[in-house]
């Protein structure tokens, strides 16, 4: 081998080595870019969960209230609308001062009756309802306690501070070592937060009617959205002429998916509240303003699936004698099925998870009740996370966390499912 070629041999060499070590250097930074990824989640999910578990749990302080008729400013035959209006609170105050007779100061009596949740009442009041021959009886409650309680007992409140730096005095602390040795106080677990609307209260808090919104909300845009987006999809796939105008249509789809969410809002709020005078904070008006929303990602997916159908099914069904319209709904169609589904399950997690355009339409009122249809007064999970998130009291730090654990658990399952489906049935050809 002459000394030239040599020459070209070892640069053709060092410029292999040089690619390789290219190479290898991508597959690090690609991998370090994966395992940063992994972390941050990582560190995510374990900050959420280590915040919001002990929301699933609530403690209950044992009383022996006496349900007297003067107490209660009752009759004897007390009819349901009187139960209703009893003073429950003057009552679990009695039942306190009885276990403490010590108490005489006023501000020590207010720092007493914060041992109990301020719901503590209500309990009460639907136990006498559902037994209204409770009255006159000294009956055992379990009974909520108070948001300074239960960060205490869970370890929010660092006792080893002075008095004036936390919100749970000292002589508290010694009445609740009291109750505890009495075995007067028991954690449980919290289905509180899964049976109850929202509250003023952290520990009477629940998802309940956020998730009854969200479920309603979803369905009408599922009702509206699916069928709507798969039959724009069919025609503009299968029928419409290959056009400017359909070129139009195409691009304008396009830009409406990247469209910020809160654009739709400001439409939803402008036509259907303002124009068409809708009820406000309704799940039939958030259901149409995320139809708006998951239009685009539906009809996108669902073309794919269409185009995904090789064209020898279209042909062979045309050449046994099918119509067009036989040929799409009894065969193109139904092989699309998978994908479409899996591109709607996606869209519906993505409404699931939007706050934006519902604040625009008045879902962030304060809604107690659960609502039962969808004309009814609502909110949806997002924006009761939203709403917590902003209140100072302790106990809805952990509730924010929870709900937030609650909603990534729906988001998980759906895309799950959108997953599973896509495996099940796809075809290969």
């Known amino acids: 081998m002459s000394t030239e070629e040599r020459t070209i041999t070892q640069v053709v060499e060092a410029s292999i080595k040089r690619r390789y070590a290219r190479e290898k250097r991508f597959r690090l930074y690609g991998l370090i870019a994966i395992l940063a990824s992994l972390s941050f989640l990582a560190m995510l999910i374990t900050t959420i969960t280590y915040r919001g578990l002990p929301a699933f749990t609530q403690t209950f302080i044992k009383l022996d209230v006496t349900l007297d008729q003067q107490t209660l400013g009752v009759n004897d035959q007390p009819d349901i ?42 309990e009460l009041q639907r136990l006498v309802i559902e ?26 409140i660092d006792a080893s501070l002075p008095e004036k730096k936390r919100r749970f005095k000292d002589n508290q602390i010694e009445w609740l070592k009291t109750l505890e040795s009495n075995d007067q106080i028991a954690q449980r677990f919290n289905k509180t937060f899964f049976e109850r609307g929202d509250s ?29 987006a798969v039959a724009a999809a069919v025609y503009l796939e299968e029928f419409a002429p290959k056009n400017r105008w359909t070129d139009l249509i195409e691009v304008n789809i396009n830009n409406l998916a990247a469209v910020p969410s809160i654009v739709f809002g400001l439409l939803g709020l402008a036509v259907f509240i303002n124009f068409f005078h809708l009820p406000r904070s309704a799940p039939v ?77 008045g879902m962030v009122a304060f809604i107690v009740d659960v609502p039962t249809a969808v004309t009814d007064p609502a909110t949806v999970l997002p924006v009761q996370i939203f709403q917590w998130a902003d209140l100072p009291e302790k106990g809805f730090v952990e509730k924010t966390s929870a709900a937030i654990m609650v909603l990534l658990g729906f988001l998980v399952m759906m895309n799950a499912l959108a997953v599973y489906l896509r495996k099940k049935f796809e075809r290969k050809w």
């Open 200 to 228: 003023r209260e952290p520990e009477m808090a629940g998802i309940k009617g956020a998730l009854f919104g969200s479920v309603l909300t979803l369905m009408v845009t599922l009702i509206l959205s699916f069928p709507i």
């Open 131 to 156: 037994d209204p021959e409770l009255v006159g009886d000294t009956i055992s409650v379990w009974l909520p306690v108070g948001d300074d309680v239960n960060s205490y007992l869970k370890g929010s």
């Open 285 to 361: 008006v958030g259901g149409l303003v995320l139809s708006l929303m998951t239009l685009p990602t539906i009809i996108i997916s669902s073309r794919a699936a269409l185009k995904s159908v090789p064209p020898s099914i279209r042909d062979a069904a045309l050449g046994l004698g099918a119509s067009r319209l036989q040929v799409v709904f009894h065969h193109v169609l139904p092989l699309a099925m998978p994908g479409i589904l899996t591109g709607t399950i996606i869209g519906m997690a993505q409404a699931l998870g939007e706050t934006a355009p519902l604040l625009m339409i």
């Open 81 to 122: 609308a009187e139960l209703r209006k009893a003073n429950y609170s003057g009552t679990i105050k009695n039942s306190l001062l009885t276990l403490f007779p010590d108490v005489k100061k006023r501000n020590d009596k207010k720092a007493l009756y914060k041992l109990v949740s301020k719901g503590g009442q209500y």
